[in-house]
């Protein structure tokens, strides 16, 4: 795929400080009771990134425990010059005080109870079942603490046009497990999560695991896996392509439009460069075919309050008579502009969902994908 075609998105939630209970007394309390067993195998008492990669993957840690090794390895990820670390460095760590603006951004600072809560959250709340009640649908997700805001909205628009579908993707092995096949990249194999790698990945609510099991065989897909990670979620970690989600999805290949010309390597076709007018067709044809359509933001300043950059959003429909297309945010969130709805004050939001007219739409959004029903290896 041509370098220009490639729109990265790995957005997460902005998050604060979590409140709720004394800083950094849930991490440092499992730090303090399960430390010492986590380095009875590292030389000096000391934990290694090699170290916690293994814990994360071990599936003795459950709970509490297993949150705060997750958070450990989060700061790891965020910070390769760090070999190692030490149990009085982690107590003191946890009781600074904290707060980022964006999950997704590598932090120098050691967020660890706010990552350690946000994986506590998720534990209590996932259902040990592969599919709950009516699972898979799009009401519930909330993207976790990975960058691969890219492969969420893909699998948001899936769930909202063809929930059997991503259904059938699943089949649970007699051992074991789940073997996820992709009608655009293979089958996988995926052994159960951990609680740990459970901590680390998005949450479908009371769905149950099919959301976290699906994001480890993306990850572990071996399409531009540059290196080995020792612990596979860090491989969709780094931000991706909408349109490759979609591909693996579906099977189907994907046309790449722009409201502007891209930056960066390449330069889009004259085709590729898409008006208010052009789109609209375009959204109109995708909808009555139900074809999956992302969308991502710019890397620029964002342009509306409630709207981040560089992140990937699903397009759940649109409606000629009102000229207003319905977007998706993975994050799940909500947001109540102090003005009227619209591009100075940003958009009302609700369980991530908004609309916004298709001039406003162009204005907001960068990179269009859109499926095809083209095959793979078909012209």
């Known amino acids: 795929m041509p370098l220009r075609s490639l729109a990265l998105f790995g957005c997460l939630l902005a998050a604060g400080s979590a409140l709720g209970q004394p800083l950094g007394t849930g991490f440092r309390d499992a730090v303090t009771a399960k430390y010492d067993g986590w380095v009875k195998a590292a030389p000096g008492g000391t934990l290694t990134p090699a170290r916690v990669a293994a814990l994360v993957n071990s599936d003795k840690l459950t709970g509490d425990e297993a949150a705060a090794v997750a958070a450990v390895h989060r700061y790891f990820r965020d910070n390769p010059g760090a070999t190692a670390t030490s149990k009085a460095w982690l107590l003191d760590a946890a009781a600074r005080p904290g707060g980022y603006g964006r999950r997704d951004q590598p932090s120098t600072l050691p967020l660890l109870e ?99 099991v699906l994001e480890e065989a993306f990850a572990r897909l071996p399409a531009d896996r540059k290196k080995a990670d020792a612990v596979c979620l860090d491989a969709i ?10 591909v693996a999805l579906t099977g189907h290949k994907v046309s790449y439009y722009w409201t502007r010309p891209p930056k960066g390597k390449g330069a889009a076709k004259p085709d590729e460069i898409k008006t208010a ?51 998706w945010n993975p994050w799940g969130n909500s947001f109540d502009p102090e003005s009227m709805s619209g591009l100075a004050g940003g958009f009302t939001v609700a369980d991530g969902e908004f609309s916004l007219t298709v001039p406003e739409f162009v204005r907001v959004f960068e990179c269009v994908s859109v499926e095809t029903d083209r095959p793979l290896g078909k012209k």
Request: with cysteine; net charge positive; aromatic share 4%.
């Open 114 to 212: 706010e990552q350690f809560r946000l994986g506590r959250e998720h534990l209590q709340a996932v259902p040990r079942k592969l599919f709950v009640a009516d699972a898979p649908r799009r009401a519930g997700i909330e993207q976790g603490t990975l960058g691969d805001c890219y492969l969420l909205a893909a699998v948001g628009a899936a769930v909202s046009a063809r929930p059997a579908a991503v259904r059938e993707l699943f089949r649970p092995l007699p051992g074991g497990g789940y073997e996820v096949t992709f009608p655009g990249a293979g089958k996988v194999t995926v052994p159960p999560p951990t609680d740990a790698r459970l901590a680390l990945g998005s949450s479908a609510g009371a769905q149950g695991l099919w959301l976290n």
């Open 237 to 246: 970690s780094r931000g991706g392509d909408p349109g490759a989600a979609i």
């Open 277 to 327: 007018a052009d789109l609209r067709p375009l959204l109109k044809a995708a909808q009555a075919d139900r074809r999956l359509v992302c969308v991502g933001t710019a890397k620029s300043a964002a342009a509306a309050p409630g709207v981040v950059s560089c992140h990937a959003h699903a397009v759940l429909g649109f409606d000629a008579a009102t000229d207003r297309v319905r977007v």
